[in-house]
Every structure is written in structure tokens, then in C-alpha cells.
């Protein structure tokens, strides 16, 4: 997808629209804390897949069908990086599971639909695209937080 200006917290609005249809079947909140004034130049291809594969993630793995709870994407400026702190409320990741979520074709959900290959995407795309880099912390039953940091964004001051 093309390069271009956007103004952030406006498209992951955008993003949560295309989503709609998936979180509505749900009982999880979702919140987006961004500043309005974060504009940059780049692919929103790339922002779209990342909030998407997170948002995805979450309702699959992290929810039963009636749990309610809370998704927060946390989005700030350092310099010249962004951060974004993604959690939710969910079930959390296993112990054992954690180090291979990044893993090509790696999935709990197999029988309901997954291929594995979200998280390896997002990975991918944050560590190439954008010279960065991805931490996941969880616990089972204490939901899950990811720190993303991103460093090759160019900030369109307003």
C-alpha cells in the first residue's frame, strides 16, 4: 500500500469500523487513548494489519463468547519512535505458549479457523518494516500486554 499522511488516532478509529461486525458479537469494550495530534508518513496498510491481527487475537483467544472485558490501545510519541501498549482483560497466554506465538503456522485455535500466522505477520511487519520491536507479557488469566515500538516513523508536525 502507498505511503502517506494520516492522522493516527483517527484511522485506528477507522481500523475498530472495519472491525465492527466482529467486536458487536462481543461483550469487550474496546479503547483507543491516542493524542489527536500524532500525524504520520506512512503505510496505514501496515498500522491497519497490526491493529487488526492484535484486536483479532484477542477476541479469538482471549475471550470466551460472553466474557466481557476490556481491549486498550495505548499509543504515545517518544521523539522520534511510537509507542503503543495494546492489553486486554482476557484469558492470557500459557507459560509455555508464550515464547512461540511469533512462530510461523503456530495456533491454539486450530479446530475453530486459525492459521497461525497473525502474530508472525505482525511480528514481521514491526520488525521490518519499521525498525522495531514487540514484547508480549501474560500470565493464564491475567489478560495480555504488548509493548510495540516502533522507530522508522516520519512525524508530520502540525
Known amino acids: 500500500e502507498a505511503k502517506r ?8 478509529h477507522e481500523v475498530l469500523v472495519s472491525l465492527r461486525n466482529f467486536i458487536r458479537k462481543t461483550k469487550v469494550n474496546i479503547e483507543i487513548i491516542c493524542p489527536s495530534s500524532i500525524k504520520i508518513n506512512s503505510y496505514p496498510g501496515a498500522f491497519s494489519q497490526i491493529v487488526t491481527n492484535l484486536v483479532m487475537n484477542s477476541l479469538h483467544h482471549g475471550f470466551d463468547k460472553d466474557d466481557a472485558g476490556t481491549i486498550r490501545i495505548l499509543v ?8 503503543i501498549k495494546y492489553s486486554d482483560t482476557g484469558k492470557g497466554i500459557k507459560k509455555a ?9 503456530y495456533t491454539t485455535n486450530r479446530e475453530d479457523g486459525g492459521s497461525g500466522l497473525g502474530m508472525n505477520i505482525l511480528y514481521n511487519i514491526i520488525e521490518t518494516s519499521f525498525n522495531g520491536k514487540i514484547e508480549c507479557q501474560s500470565a493464564e488469566n491475567e489478560g495480555v500486554s504488548f509493548s510495540i515500538e516502533m522507530n522508522n ?6
Open 5 to 12: 499522511v494520516f492522522n493516527l488516532n483517527v484511522y485506528l
Open 76 to 83: 504515545q510519541r517518544d521523539k522520534k519512535s511510537l509507542i
Open 153 to 158: 516513523i516520519e512525524f508530520v508536525e502540525v
Open 97 to 105: 505458549d508464550l515464547q512461540k506465538i511469533y512462530d510461523p503456522f
